[in-house]
């Protein structure tokens, strides 16, 4: 099959890497008029009306772009057959099929589901407040991807995607920012913070925590007040659902009736779009010294379960799984059950005792569980410098004890089960300040944002 790629960046090296394989890639297109006329992988840059002249009817075109969404809306008037939208995912790359056919609108809502690790657009389909919608429930990673968005008047995003002209847009994020993220990111570069920045400047609306949240947001996307209502987040609604030790133990097969849980939910190091944040660790905690002998042998003793979840773009999690074999105690939660069982993270958590994490945002949300929390945090002025934090000094957002060694880890698991109400006033504090709402009716609010802007 021969290839026309639809972008002359970055993201189309990355196709052409993965395409060129098993392909033949002809051409590149690109916008820039300044690169038409040029090469690259010693192919031609055209433009998209010299592809159209000579190029469509006997190649098979490609976006590989930041702004595929963009791209899609400027061609599609123009195309008669199918192309394809590259996108690179975990478990490899993926040719998503656009239909020029499918630009009638037919269809109220779309949900994006991008991963089950906290999923607030996977929530409002969980909680059941969408019934009254014709609404539907897409995967990020699925190949009706591109046309659910043109089918739908309003598309609810929790990553940060384009939306389209004539169709409505809200963005529902994925947590509370601690790290810093576009316009506040310090290992961006400007050219890079731009291109963050602008899917945000086309959304119709961002639901939002509360005042805290919307300063942080804005610092990081420069986005007007009138963008936010503040509703909480749906996916905080699944922490006050019931059954959550019987769906741990069905994802898992494991009997936690009478044990205590701890959860590991630490962020990413190495993602698979190239950034490199922190110092990524040779074994589990990045402790200078780490037996996970004892540590299994502690688990037993206290009969603890320690599950893991690493975060949905790391790359390295395959690295610790190893592990797993060595112990029933060491239970791994990873995307692929999650999906399977149509499980989301969230409804799993009211069943743990005990969190332990280092920047992730879950912490926050974990806070309206009010149980105790421990931060491992050994590569911190590593992650300072490659990546940095919307509030410093950190530790004084961090409602739990700070560990830098497997014996004091150890000892403040011990101390948390013994003295749970350990740093509740902290903890209660940190949640008034970032939880505006603090109940289960999040889902609804945002409905009816929604129900606002459909009619």
């Known amino acids: 099959m021969e290839i026309v790629i639809f972008g002359a960046s970055n993201k189309g090296l990355m196709a052409w890497q993965h395409l060129s394989q098993h392909h033949d890639v002809v051409a590149f297109v690109d916008n820039d008029a300044s690169k038409q006329g040029t090469q690259l992988q010693q192919r031609k840059i055209i433009g998209f009306d010299h ?3 000579h190029y469509a009817r006997n190649t098979t075109l490609v976006i590989a772009s930041n702004f595929s969404l963009q791209i899609v809306q400027q061609i599609l008037p123009y195309m008669s057959q199918v192309f394809y939208v590259f996108e690179l995912f975990s478990s490899g790359y993926q040719l998503i099929p656009v239909d020029p056919a499918c630009d009638e609108v037919d269809t109220d809502v779309n949900l994006v589901v ?7 657009t996977f929530a409002l389909h969980r909680m059941g407040c969408m019934q009254d919608f014709d609404y539907q429930v897409t995967d990020a990673k699925s190949n009706n991807f591109f046309n659910h968005m043109l089918r739908s008047r309003v598309t609810v995003h929790t990553h940060a995607r384009d939306g389209l002209a004539q169709r409505k847009t809200v963005q529902l994020w994925h947590g509370f920012p601690l790290k810093t993220l576009g316009l506040m990111n310090v290992s961006m570069t400007s050219e890079a913070k731009k291109r963050h920045v602008q899917p945000w400047k086309a959304y119709d609306a961002v639901t939002s925590y509360g005042q805290l949240y919307n300063t942080f947001i804005n610092a990081c996307y420069g986005l007007d007040s009138s963008y936010y209502t503040v509703t909480g987040m749906p996916r905080n609604d699944l922490l006050f ?7 741990l133990q069905t994802i898992t097969g494991v009997d936690i009736q009478s044990a205590k849980c701890i959860v590991y939910l630490p962020t990413f190091r190495q993602s698979k779009y190239g950034y490199h944040n922190g110092e990524v660790p040779s074994q589990l905690f990045g402790f200078a010294a780490f037996d996970i002998e004892a540590f299994i042998a502690f688990l037993e003793q206290n009969d603890f379960y320690f599950f893991m979840k690493f975060h949905p773009w790391d790359v390295n999690a395959g690295l610790l799984q190893e592990m797993i074999g060595w112990s029933d105690r060491l239970v791994m939660l990873d995307e692929e059950k999650l999906s399977e069982h149509k499980i989301d993270l969230y409804e799993l958590l009211p069943a743990t005792d005990l969190l332990i994490t280092d920047y992730s945002s879950v912490y926050f949300d974990y806070l309206l569980l009010d149980k105790p929390m421990i931060f491992v945090r050994t590569d911190q002025k590593r992650y300072e410098h490659n990546r940095g934090f919307l509030v410093e000094p950190n530790d004084d957002w961090s409602p ?18 013994e003295r749970p109400g350990f740093h509740s006033k902290s903890r209660s504090k940190l949640a008034e300040s970032t939880h505006f709402y603090q109940d289960n009716q999040s889902s609804l609010r945002v409905r009816e944002l929604i129900e606002r802007m459909i009619s």
């Open 51 to 53: 592809y159209q002249r």
């Open 114 to 120: 991008e991963n089950y690790s906290g999923s607030n």
């Open 241 to 247: 659902e019931p059954n959550a030790k019987e769906k």
């Open 400 to 417: 739990g004890v700070s560990v830098s060694s497997q014996e004091q880890l150890q000892h403040t698991c011990l101390h948390s089960f």
